[in-house]
């Protein structure tokens, strides 16, 4: 993965690691909150030489001082220092404890010694660094004693007395909360990258260019009003989600830039991906551009069509490959523009024979004859062969793609089954894409879904798409009428190429 591909896990992880920021920051809070204060006292003592000789002496004993100092800083911690400090404040603490709270510290090239002392008590700290002090005087004094007699040559004074704090010198709350935000930046980085790593659904272009590089024809965004009102007739001709569906008609058009392709097959991975209001949109759309269209529901397993379109399903293409009906008879047109649609007809106990039939290929050359684009919708590539079967019979293969549903490898195998039958894909859709963020298509696309609506029925049909159901639908036999039947089939009477109904 390159910068980019990190930006854009990032991104897609923002809340993630949003909120892992504010959970350190939080606990770096909370900590400062329950650590117990610490007060820290400070008291500071210049070494000198008792010396009145002449300048040369007075360097040579401040060069003396100097060396002197460091050893009067490691004897701070020694129990000739401390244990009279225990003694005189009365303090319930051993030699070597007291020792970790006291430090001694001299700067190079100096004479000062200075000693800080950290308690839980502000006015304990300054006793205790107050006593320290004292305390290293009267040792050095004893050490430094001549045997012979007489005063020490060393003479260590207070310059500045300890002092009770007025603030505690830890916990240091800025820097908690800093450590905290931090720490809590890099979990949420890390948490954000496995996540990614062990998460292969396919969330937007990029999680799809891992797979495969087939064209992208189109991206439709979720909506959640789109679950109640799935046609393209149903929303404003100038909504982004007329527009999505407007950009793959185009894009499909420029994938099939030959013309091989009049009959195009749409298909998904999986169920629910949405590939049916896909499919019914996108051939409204094309209608609406002057074609003439002819929607199949070759779904023979879990019919969505004529639920979305409020037609009658009892005959259609079932019908017609058994031989008990003519097609011309089971074309149903919809909406004011040229679009007829072959509903499923009753569900056969074979679909994959009926699918990849003689009659169903001789059927399709007869359609592609008389209708500018043919779209059909088949079952999901996965769970039936259905629609692998069926795409050696069309001019090219769409698949749709849910987003934040369908895993990397789903689509990889089904891109891999429509090749081993040398099916000619010609781009993908992806579906249920966020509106905004990362994964957001280029345009503001609204989705479609692969569930029909209960209360959308035929009435509801007939008012979006302008016309009543009895204008709008051709009479269609009774699949069980149709095979007692011993009239003949009548003459085929398609609508002519690009006209208008």
Known sequence: MDLRDYLHILRRNWILIAAAS?????LGGAASILIRPTYTAETQLFVAIQNSGSAQELQQGNTFSQARVQSYVKTVATPIVLKPVIDTLGLETSVNDLAQRVKATSDLNTVLINISV???????????????????????DTLEKPKTGGTSPISLSIITPAEAPSAPSAPNTKLNILLGLL??????????????????????????RKVTSAPLLGGIAFDQSAMDRP?????????????????????????NVTGHASTVLMTSSLPG???????TNLAIALAQAGQSVCLIDAD???????????????????TALVGAADVNLLLQPWGDD????????????????LLGSTEMKELIVRLESAFDTIIIDAPPLLPVTDAAVLAQHVGGVVVVVGSQKTKQHDVQKSLESLELVGANVLGLVLNRLPAKGPDAYTYSYYSSTDEPPEAFHGSDVAVASGTSLSQGRRSVRRFDETIGSDDPAPATKFPHSGASR
């Open 22 to 26: 504010m959970a350190g920051i939080l």
């Open 118 to 140: 950290a308690d839980s008590s502000p006015v304990q700290a300054s006793a205790v660094a107050q006593a320290v002090a004292d305390s290293l005087i009267k040792a050095v």
């Open 183 to 208: 720490v809590g930046l890099i979990l949420g980085v890390a948490s954000a990258l496995l996540r990614s790593n062990m998460d292969n659904r396919i969330r937007g272009e990029a999680d799809l």
């Open 231 to 255: 046609l393209l007739t149903q929303a404003g001709p100038q909504s982004p989600r007329a527009e999505s569906f407007r950009q793959l008609r185009t894009n499909l058009q420029f994938a």
């Open 273 to 279: 991906e949405g590939k049916s209001t896909t499919a």
């Open 300 to 318: 023979l397993r879990r019919p969505m069509v004529n639920e979305y379109l409020g037609l009658e399903r009892n005959a259609g293409l079932t």
């Open 338 to 353: 040229n679009l007829f649609v072959l509903t499923s007809g009753q569900i056969p106990p074979n679909p994959s024979e």
